[in-house]
């Protein structure tokens, strides 16, 4: 029972973050663009990039909410495992914005969490990583069918 309650608090949290930074970067396209393009690492992919990352954040965020409305085990693992895969992304890109870059650019995350430095982005994208491999991890492990193959869930 306690694992579920775990898995879902930070199913939620996951949904809620991709929710709305998805929605920001969709609704303001342009700012997007500009920031992407001062990238020293995207600003050849930009058009590809400004249109991917809000999708997969808000498929993502659909696949963490579709169990709290009905029975839904596959999206939720595929949700955790593309969540915490795309935050690690995102925390490794931080990282090399400060060690290479100085953390001199702008972020193009969206809305409040625009308003954090590079460090306090590395702390939480470092935390809501972690937060994600534990959901992950205890999805798979409280999932476990009696054969020791994991159950779909």
Not at 50 to 77: D, G, W
Request: charged letters at 10%.
């Amino acid at each position: 029972m306690k694992k579920t309650i775990i898995i879902d608090v930070i199913s939620y949290l996951y949904a809620l973050l991709f929710l709305y930074t998805g929605i920001f970067k969709v609704l303001d396209q342009e700012s997007l663009k500009q920031t992407l393009y001062k990238s020293p690492l995207l600003h050849q992919f930009v058009p590809v990039v400004a249109v991917v990352i809000p999708f997969l954040e808000l498929a993502i965020a659909v696949a963490l909410l579709l169990p709290f409305f009905r029975p839904a085990p596959l999206p939720r693992r595929w949700g955790l495992c593309a969540g915490t895969a795309l935050m690690a992304v995102f925390t490794l890109y931080i990282g090399y914005m400060l060690r290479v870059e100085n953390g001199h650019l702008p972020c193009s995350c969206g809305g409040i969490i625009q308003v954090m430095n590079w460090h306090q982005h590395l702390y939480f994208n470092g935390t809501f990583t972690l937060l994600g491999l534990l959901a992950y991890w205890l999805n798979n492990r409280y999932n476990k069918s009696p054969e020791g193959k994991p159950a779909f869930s």
